[in-house]
């Protein structure tokens, strides 16, 4: 088992930035590939970023391109994805998400966090 846990989430206005962290505990955590995805009501979850065990490819939604950053620190246990120019439609719920398939896809993760909510004001 994983266990998941994110912060950072809260209320900031458009235009301003965030960094979300997700700590994991359990199984090592090199072992796994982290993404993370996001959540808004009456949605489906949809997928952010990936990162590899090492950090060293990572893939983004187009939505996302430029503006979020994947990335990771083994030796803390820690993936994070750091939010730049946020904009009203990125207010959702986020989630990571630990697997072992390089994918885009919420059905190749095995373990997920509860979420943090992240909420942009126009």
């Known amino acids: 088992q994983v266990q998941l846990v994110e912060s950072g989430g809260g209320l900031v206005q458009a235009g301003g930035s965030l960094r979300l962290s997700c700590i994991a505990s359990?199984?090592?955590?090199?072992?796994?590939?982290m993404g993370w995805f996001r959540r808004t009501p009456g949605k489906e979850r949809e997928f952010v970023a990936v990162i590899n065990r090492t950090g060293g490819s990572t893939r983004y939604a187009d939505s996302v391109k430029g503006r979020f950053t994947i990335s990771r620190d083994n030796a803390k246990n820690t993936v994070y994805l750091q939010i730049n120019s946020l904009q009203p439609e990125d207010t959702a719920v986020y989630y990571c998400a630990a697997g072992i398939s390089f994918s885009s896809s919420s059905i190749d993760y095995d373990y997920w966090g509860q979420g943090t909510q992240v909420t942009v004001s126009s």
């Open positions: 359990g199984r090592t955590f090199s072992n796994y590939i």
